[in-house]
Each structure stands twice: as C-alpha cells, then as structure tokens.
C-alpha cells in the first residue's frame, strides 16, 4: 500500500469520525433538553398543564427544535378560545425555529397521546387550524 492511499484512508476516517463525534453532540443537545423539559414539568404548580406541555417540548426536542414554547402556548391559548392568538403564537414559533415545512412541527406535536380521549377531538382540530395558518403565514413572511 503507496504512502499517498494510506494517507488518504486516513484523512478519509479523520472526517468521518468528526461526523460522528458532531452527530453524537447533537443527540446529547438534544437529550439535555429533554431532561431539562422533564425536570421543569415535575417541578411545576399544575401537573397537568405541565404535563402536557413537557409532552409538546419532549416532541419537539426530539426533532430538534430549540425553542419549543410557541408551541405549547399555541395550544394553551386555542384551548382557551383565542384562535388568532394561536395562530400568532404558532407562527412566531415557526418563524424563531426557522421551520418552513409546518409538517415537521405538528407531525411532531400529533405524536403526542396524553391529552386524553376527552380532548382528542379539540386537539385534532387545533392541528388542522395550525396547518391552515401555518401555510397563511407562511405566505405572509415569504413576501414580506
């Protein structure tokens, strides 16, 4: 074997290793939020509020979305009767995270089941709403 393949052989597993090594910071990013997203729902006041907004920030972490709060208080705020509120929310969410395709976000969120079967039908429609303005605002940042 010449000096110059066994160089490249080595170059070649020079960079693939810092691949892994920069993937695997990724995953460990990831995995602190989570703990951190975990830790703040257990210490919360309301379990439940708490609960299900871990359950959005754990999604979302999970597809490696930073800033997960939007999110949940997109939720919140439609659970409470503010549609356009939800909407703001969700697209400041969106615009924040520097998501363009609205699917990774709510694939993410639809993943979630422990909203319970009294609240599926709401959740469902509050996915669907997202959809809708997420594509609205979409459109509205593109031209502006």
């Not at 074997?1 to 695997?24: E, Q, R, Y």
């Not at 907004?53 to 705020?77: D, G, H, N, Q």
């Not at 909407?87 to 995270?97: D, H, K, P, S």
Request: charge should be positive.
């Amino acid at each position: 074997m010449s000096t110059k393949s066994l160089a490249l052989i080595l170059a070649g597993l020079f960079l693939f290793s810092g691949c892994i090594v920069s993937s695997t910071k990724r995953k460990v990013r990831a995995g602190r939020r989570i703990v951190a997203h975990i830790h703040t729902a257990a210490t919360a006041r309301d379990k439940k509020t708490a609960t299900l907004e871990a359950a959005i920030a754990i999604a979302l972490s999970a597809k490696e979305v930073k800033e997960t709060r939007p999110f949940s208080e997109a939720f919140f705020r439609y659970r409470d009767g503010d549609s356009a509120g939800a909407a703001t929310a969700f697209c400041q969410g969106m615009m924040r995270n520097k998501i363009k395709n609205p699917a990774i976000v709510l694939g993410a969120m639809a993943a979630i089941t422990l909203v319970g079967e009294r609240n599926q039908l709401q959740w469902k429609r509050f996915l669907n709403l997202m959809l809708y303005e997420s594509k609205r605002c979409a459109r509205h940042y593109v031209r502006e």
